[in-house]
């Protein structure tokens, strides 16, 4: 099983940045794509950004030329460089890793317990 585990949520004013980590242990496959996804009070929770096996990224369009999905294969570890921060990406965001089908779909098959990330003044 892999354990994960995020770090750097916090409370940052509108237009500042944040960095998300996730670190993993456990039984690590390389073979997984690895995400991040977030959740807002009374929204559902919904996919920001996924890096794949090969390291290409894809974006939600809110995060695009703002979020920024990275790894560091040596320390099984996961970012989220987020700027230019909005009220509206206030959320839990939740670090995953999951597999990608055959259609392109990323499902997520392991998580993270969450950061809370509050963008205010």
């Known amino acids: 099983q892999v354990q994960l585990e995020e770090s750097g949520g916090g409370l940052v004013q509108p237009g500042g940045s944040l960095t998300l980590s996730c670190a993993a242990s456990?039984?690590?496959?390389?073979?997984?794509?690895r995400g991040w996804s977030r959740q807002a009070p009374g929204k559902q929770r919904e996919l920001v950004a996924r890096?794949?096996?090969?390291?290409?990224?894809t974006y939600a369009d809110y995060a695009k030329g703002r979020f920024t999905i990275s790894r560091d294969n040596t320390r099984n570890t996961l970012f989220l460089q987020m700027n230019s921060l909005k009220a509206e990406d206030t959320a839990v965001y939740y670090c995953?890793?999951?597999?990608?089908?055959?259609?392109?779909?990323?499902?997520?098959?392991?998580w993270g317990q969450g950061t809370q990330v509050t963008v205010s003044s």
């Open positions: 456990g039984s690590i496959f390389k073979n997984y794509a």
């Open positions: 995953n890793w999951g597999i990608t089908l055959q259609s392109g779909l990323y499902v997520p098959t392991h």
């Open positions: 890096i794949t096996t090969g390291g290409s990224t």
